[in-house]
Every structure is written in C-alpha cells, then in structure tokens.
T-cell receptor, first 116, second 115 residues
Framework: DSGVTQTPKHLITATGQRVTLRCSPR?????VYWYQQSLDQGLQFLIQ???????AKGNILERFSAQQFPDLHSELNLSSLELGDSALYFC???????????????FGEGSWLTVV | ELKVEQNPLFLSMQEGKNYTIYCNYS?????LYWYRQDPGKSLESLFV?????AVKQEGRLMASLDTKARLSTLHITAAVHDLSATYFC???????????????FGKGTHLIIQP
C-alpha cells in the first residue's frame, strides 16, 4: 500500500458525461500528479500540483481539469467524455518541495474509467 | 520534447537466466526511475537514480544510470517466476528552479519468466 488513496476504483459512464476522480496523497506529501494509462498511449503525465498551485502540465486535454485543495487532496475532472477517454487514471504524490532531492513518487491504485 | 525508449518491449525468459532491460532517453536528465506493474495494478517504485554512475540493487534486480550516454539498465539476475511483470523506466522532466516534476515513461517491458 503506497498510502495514496484514489476513489472511485471503477467507473462506467456514457459519452458526453462528466466525472470527477478523487485523490488523497500520502500524509505530508505536498505534490500531487495525475497520469493516464491506456493501451494505445501508454502512461502519460497529465498535470502536477504543488501545495495547491498548478506546477506543470503534460498532455492534458482542455476537457480535463484538476485542482488541489487546502487539505492537499486533489480532484481530476473529465468532461464531455469520449470513448477514447477510457483508461486507468493514476494519482501519485511525493514530498517534492521545489528543491528536488530525489524523492520517490508513489502511485495510487488507480481509477478505472470506462466510457460507453 | 523528452522521449524515453525501452527495449525490449517483450521478453520471455527461463528461470535462472540473466537479462538486461535498456532505457534510452533523448534529453539531458539526471533523475531516472524504475517501476514495476503487475496486470491491472498500481506502479511499484523500484529504484530512483540520481546521478551519473549511480547503481542500486534490490534482491535480483540491479539498476544503473549513465547520464552521458542517456542510458539506464535494469539487470535481472537468476530470474524467478515472481519477477514476471511489466517494468517501466521514467525520466523526470525536472528543470532546476522550474519546479516541474512530471515523469515521461517508456512503453514498458513485458517480462514473462517461465519455470
């Protein structure tokens, strides 16, 4: 158990709908990351938040957005869902503080999203 | 754009044999990660390599980093069935002072170890 908690574990929804994935980082970790894993795209970095602020963006679609709250939990919002958005979405966290010292990035169990 | 290439992408080997997985990356970085993933499961951190010449070992797995060659290797010694999994290398996009720390992953090496 990495200490990173994601909900829901599985989600099935229809095209055009909107869903929210939730992540609680490991205790004390200030940095949260979101990744998407699919068969055709592999593992892709979506976005990083550090202590409530957006720090870096990867291949995140405009239909997707995220935020990190004062209690450090994070949510990934996926809207106008398409069949191709079906994937495993991982949240990860680390102690990254801006002065990188090689901290491990820990991944949660993931949220399986199926768009039908 | 940072690119990470792993090879082989698929490897079937027998127990007791040794083998190496290679990870090449395209731009300067001195922060490289190795992860293990079992089917449908999360990513388990194996190694974090920070500097040129870094070598880390855990059990039958040993990872090394050559930043000048932009190459990392994951060596498996005397493989056992329990090591069957998909192994990913990932390179940090970290830029000093920039703060961003997203990882770019390779496609993964699907390793099957047969008795």
């Amino acid at each position: 158990d990495s200490g990173v908690t994601q909900t829901p574990k599985h989600l099935i929804t229809a095209t055009g709908q909107r869903v929210t994935l939730r992540c609680s980082p490991r205790s004390g970790d200030l940095s949260v990351y979101w990744y998407q894993q699919s068969l055709d795209q592999g593992l892709q970095f979506l976005i990083q938040y550090y202590n409530g602020e957006e720090r870096a963006k990867g291949n995140i679609l405009e239909r997707f957005s995220a935020q990190q709250f004062p209690d450090l939990h994070s949510e990934l919002n996926l809207s106008s869902l398409e069949l191709g958005d079906s994937a495993l979405y991982f949240c990860a966290s680390s102690e990254f503080t801006g002065d990188w010292t090689g901290n491990t990035i820990y991944f949660g169990e993931g949220s399986w999203l199926t768009v039908v | 754009e940072l690119k990470v290439e792993q090879n082989p992408l698929f490897l079937s080997m027998q127990e007791g044999k040794n083998y190496t997985i290679y990870c090449n990356y395209s731009t300067t970085s001195d922060r490289l990660y190795w992860y293990r993933q079992d089917p449908g499961k999360s990513l388990e951190s194996l190694f974090v390599l920070l500097s040129n010449g870094a070598v880390k070992q855990e059990g039958r797995l040993m990872a090394s980093l050559d930043t000048k060659a932009r190459l990392s290797t994951l060596h498996i010694t005397a493989a056992v069935h329990d090591l069957s999994a998909t192994y990913f290398c990932a390179v940090s996009n970290y830029v000093s002072g920039g703060g961003a720390d997203g990882l770019t992953f390779g496609k993964g090496t699907h390793l099957i170890i047969q008795p």
